[in-house]
């Protein structure tokens, strides 16, 4: 069985998490996405995400038809998770090309999914505040 692997923070799902998760899943048996809990999401990222709590962020992943389990680390990087499950396959997106990926020393291989012109969830914040 070829185990996938791909991490993030997941905060509002879009069409390019989507994509990239079906793109994921295609890439193996089964797909393991790794979530970064609230705390690790506000270290990254700063004290006004998550816009979505990890127990909502971790349910819309799990009603994906691509997505077989679901992980929370509260970690900055997934590397100590991926250091246990020591995946086939680590797949990020497009935009990630150039760089050191962390934990990929652990996983088989590291595949980037082609990049798929969507908002990000920054974007689609900024534009909700535009509406306020």
Not at 29 to 40: C, F, G, H, R, Y
Not at 76 to 81: F, I, M, R
Not at 86 to 93: C, M
Request: aromatic fraction near 6%.
């Amino acid at each position: 069985m070829i185990t996938v692997v791909t991490n993030g923070c997941f905060d509002c799902l879009h069409a390019g998490h989507v994509h990239m998760l079906a793109f994921a899943r295609s890439q193996g048996d089964q797909l393991i996405v790794a979530v970064n809990s609230d705390d690790s999401v506000r270290r990254l990222k700063g004290d006004s995400r998550p816009i979505n709590c990890a127990e909502d962020r971790v349910a819309v992943l799990k009603a994906c038809r691509h997505v077989d389990k679901v992980v929370l680390f509260n970690e900055d990087t997934p590397a100590e998770l991926y250091s246990l499950l020591r995946p086939d396959v680590l797949v990020k997106g497009g935009d990630y090309a150039g760089q050191k990926l962390a934990g990929s020393e652990f996983c088989g291989k590291v595949v980037l999914a082609p990049k798929f012109v969507s908002n990000s969830t920054t974007t689609i914040a900024e534009k909700i505040k535009e509406l306020e």
